[in-house]
């Protein structure tokens, strides 16, 4: 899997998932869309995908029609019968079948849109932010949670209790904030990285939630309400004592 994140304003990027066995194809859709501002994964075939699946979330996914083994229409059919935070996701069909019973073939598997080869990389980024309009607006956090012992109040970054008041920063309250909209459901690093703006580096989720425990638990090093899953990421507990 590949990552990368090229955008200097505050903006959270939407993420994308391109699927496609060549080579030279999936490089250049990626690179083409992380110029316009897109956080940017690449799997080589279905089965890859479906392992980056497993560990983070996406806003849309690109995904070639034919590939080896498994092509992806059949790959959107399967995606769209499961039941997790990806079987809903966006997706934009890219294809050398440009017949209309293949285009209705593939809206029927379950996509969201498709495009033909060879095609203009602009109409991609038109199609995808159109798609990306469509999708439900995200979860709006309340501006007051409870964790705890701390009342968590998002319009001003800070944890209190009573009349103790602790100020969180922007990449702390991004992180709390990004969890709390999971409602209990666990993030992995790239997603978080994703949601939050960050480096999509491993070791700058793990330094932020290391910050954010310290102030949230009253033992950072057993964590009872950000705490860790094993080979998956962060989840959040926001259940009172």
């Known amino acids: 899997m590949e990552a990368s994140k090229e955008n200097t304003n505050l903006a959270v990027l939407s993420h994308i998932l391109v699927i496609d066995d060549d080579d030279r194809i999936r490089e250049l859709v990626a690179r083409y869309l992380r110029e316009h501002d897109f956080f940017v ?14 560990l983070a979330e996406y806003d849309a996914l690109v995904v070639d029609v034919m590939m080896p083994g498994q092509d992806g ?4 059919e399967e995606l769209r019968q499961q039941n997790n935070v990806n079987s809903d996701v966006p997706i934009l069909l890219l294809t050398a ?8 073939k593939g809206l029927t598997s379950g996509a969201d849109d498709y495009l033909s080869k060879p095609f203009d990389p602009r109409e991609l980024v038109l199609r995808l932010q159109a798609i990306l309009r469509r999708k439900p607006e995200p979860k709006i956090i309340e501006k007051e949670v409870q ?5 968590y109040h ?13 100020k ?7 992180l709390l904030n990004a969890l709390l909209a999971q409602n209990g459901n666990v993030m992995s690093r790239v997603s978080l990285s994703s949601a939050c703006n ?22 950072s090093n057993m964590p009872r309400y950000l705490q860790t899953v094993r080979g998956k990421g962060y989840v959040l507990r926001t259940e009172k004592r």
């Open 198 to 219: 960050m480096d999509p580096n491993t070791r700058t989720i793990d330094v932020q939630v290391t910050r954010l425990r310290r102030k949230l638990e009253e033992d």
């Open 168 to 174: 969180l920063t922007d990449g702390e309250a991004n």
């Open 73 to 76: 229409m059949e790959f959107t």
């Open 97 to 104: 079948m440009g017949e209309t019973e293949d285009k209705i």
């Open 41 to 54: 994964s690449t799997a080589e075939n279905a089965g890859q995908a479906k392992e980056i699946l497993a």
């Open 154 to 166: 998002s319009s001003y970054n800070e944890l209190l209790d009573g009349e103790i008041r602790v």
């Open 147 to 151: 964790i705890g012992r701390w009342m």
